[in-house]
């Protein structure tokens, strides 16, 4: 009796139990539904193809920086690169003009002075090469920029006014697209009464301060014969400064640093930076100089063609002796007619 009384106890206590596993499984499988939607809504989000912004024009600086905070690392390259497609379509001119533009802009509505004038200048050198790459540099003009002031306008003292003033300045010049395209620049408050640069600043722009910064673009011919001009120089550089003393340098001491052809010219320019002299007594130096430069005009003779749709003619090589103070040394060579 007692072994009958005692089954029914288990089978009664497992009869109240069941309700409560099952219970417990239904909010189980309630809950990994739930955790199964939030995943598929977070796949689904992070799967959406991010919406960067289409550009006909160039955005203004504070246009750019506001976009560029709300977009992932691949949403801003991929804006930047439509900035600096566009880039590429402007001019030396085109950038000029449109610094000046946002310039006046600022100045006309800055209080404590009245500026009268904005002037630009501006150099392109397209023919500078990347440091450390056989690229062509995407940041090639230098600018001058003066904005002149009357300084019977100040409204307190001088110095304390036109300071920030030209911090303000150098904010605006670094913000503007056209910046990206700036190698240096040299920023001036000019009395208007003396023509004098009260107020100045060197290297204002930084360029696109970005790892993912473009070449500038070249031909296919050109980009053979600037390959191999910088593999012979890179190669040389290891040859004659090597070891200790110059193993952890995080820059070349021979280096190219100019190369091309300028428009309906028939000159290769080649032009290599040298940073120090080597152990040798410097006329044996100079003819290891030479030597490189042959090296380079038989490199390029082998590349006919190139040479050929270039119209190239002649290749002149050029080694600035940065540490002397003597004139640069420069060598010509004809590369065959055309």
């Not at 290599?272 to 430069?293: C, G, H, M, T, Y």
Request: hydrophobic share 30%.
């Amino acid at each position: 009796m007692k072994k009958h009384t005692g089954l029914l106890f288990l089978l009664a206590l497992l009869l109240l139990l069941a309700p409560g596993c099952r219970q417990e499984k239904g909010e189980k499988t309630s809950n990994e539904q739930k955790e199964d939607v939030q995943q598929e809504q977070t796949d689904e989000k992070d799967g959406e193809e991010e919406k960067v912004p289409t550009l006909t024009a160039l955005p203004t600086g504070e246009e750019r920086m506001g976009t560029l905070q709300n977009l992932s690392e691949e949403g801003r390259r991929a804006y930047n690169d439509q900035i600096y497609a566009l880039l590429n379509e402007c001019s030396s001119q085109d950038i000029q003009d449109g610094l000046k533009k946002e310039l006046e802009t600022w100045s006309s509505q800055v209080e404590g002075v009245t500026f009268t004038d904005v002037s630009i200048e501006v150099y392109q050198d397209p023919l500078l090469v990347q440091d450390g790459t056989d690229k062509r540099q995407y940041r090639n003009i230098t600018s001058n920029i003066q904005l002149f002031y009357d300084p019977t306008s100040i409204d307190g003292e001088e110095k304390q006014v036109m300071e920030p003033l030209l911090e303000e300045a150098r904010q605006i010049i670094r913000q503007s697209p056209y910046s990206l395209r700036l190698d240096t620049t040299w920023l001036a408050f000019v009395d208007q009464d003396t023509d004098y640069p009260n107020y100045t600043m060197d290297n204002v722009s930084w360029g696109t301060n970005d790892a993912n910064e473009p070449a500038s673009p070249i031909s296919p011919e050109e980009q053979t014969l600037q390959t191999l001009a910088y593999e012979k120089i890179a190669a040389f550089n290891g040859q004659e400064f090597s070891g200790e003393n110059y193993e952890m340098l995080p820059y070349s001491i021979v280096y190219l640093y100019r190369f091309g052809v300028t428009q309906d010219s028939p000159v290769l320019e080649c032009e290599v930076r040298i940073q120090e002299q080597n152990s040798d007594d410097p006329q044996v130096f100079a003819q290891k100089l030479e030597a490189l430069a042959q090296e380079l005009a038989d490199g390029w003779m082998g590349e006919s063609a190139a040479l050929d749709t270039l119209g190239i003619t002649t290749a002149r090589i050029t080694f600035d002796l940065r540490y002397s103070s003597g004139d640069p040394l420069i060598y010509e060579f004809p590369l065959g007619g055309v």
